[in-house]
């Protein structure tokens, strides 16, 4: 169990430059358990611990791994070029810890997109050979027929691509929406298996990554923590999110 100073706590859960953060603790800024900590070096144990900063709660997390509702119309790119990045819908506190987010959705994609700052959780949950599950809801343009769900299932090869993009489920849950579950990231990669069936993506949505199902209750734009268990993985990657 670490226990640490209050100005290094502030520190490390990113609210600024350590000047910042003392700058914080000596105007009463902060509290802990409803008590004002005006003291930069008084000393509290991490774990469990949650504490405000101007009036906001916000727990303590050795490593950061939160759920994000995107909305269509935000790239997941550092460096947007059209349209606004995704990182502007997380906290300041949490851009300037460094979160990340986990693989890309594409700009008119929707739905869970994880971010963390636990680089080694980023590796175990975007490299193909560890296989977690990502769900999406396709709407197709048009009816998804028994014989692309078949070639979907049985891998279609891409364009530029020889290596074969199988389904791992594909499930058409109306006339023109086709939930397909894919264990790989690659680029635009359910919208070119649509293409390479002779269907069409005409609007994605990801439901699902791993066991983390998209809360039901998250708004577009609205983000929550998360523990990596609820992630499911079948083996201990790192520290994230205690
Ligand atoms: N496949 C795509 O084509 N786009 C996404 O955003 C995600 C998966």
């Given at each position: ?12 859960q990113?609210f ?25 070096d008084?000393?509290?144990d991490?774990a ?33 070029r ?21 693989g ?34 396709v ?16 891998g ?14 594909a ?8 939930q397909?579950?894919?264990?790989e ?23 699902r ?11 577009q ?22």
């Amino acid at each position: 169990m670490a226990s640490l100073r209050i100005g290094q706590i502030l520190f490390s859960q990113g609210f600024g430059t350590r000047r910042d953060c003392q700058g914080l603790v000596l105007r009463g800024d902060v509290a802990v358990a409803g008590r004002i900590v005006d003291d930069p070096d008084e000393a509290f144990d991490t774990a469990g611990l949650v504490f405000s900063v101007q009036g906001r709660s916000w727990p303590f997390h050795d490593k950061a791994l939160v759920v994000l509702h995107k909305p269509a119309g935000y790239e997941c790119s550092a460096k947007p070029r059209h349209h606004p990045s995704v990182m502007s819908l997380l906290p300041k506190p949490l851009r300037t810890r460094g979160l990340q987010p986990v693989g890309r959705l594409d700009e008119d994609t929707t739905g869970l997109l994880l971010f963390t700052d636990d680089g080694s959780l980023i590796h175990r949950l975007t490299s193909p050979k560890h296989h977690v599950p990502k769900v999406y809801e396709v709407t197709a343009k048009h009816p998804v027929t028994d014989e692309q769900v078949v070639a979907l299932l049985k891998g279609v090869v891409l364009e530029d691509d020889p290596r074969p993009a199988v389904a791992l489920a594909a499930v058409r849950t109306s006339e023109c929406h086709l939930q397909l579950t894919l264990a790989e990231g690659r680029y635009h990669q359910v919208k070119r298996m649509l293409a390479a069936v002779g269907n069409r993506c005409e609007a994605l949505h990801r439901s699902r990554f791993g066991a983390l199902a998209l809360p039901a209750d998250l708004p577009q734009k609205g983000w929550a923590w998360v523990d990596v268990a609820e992630l499911g993985l079948s083996a201990p990657p790192s520290s994230a999110s205690r």
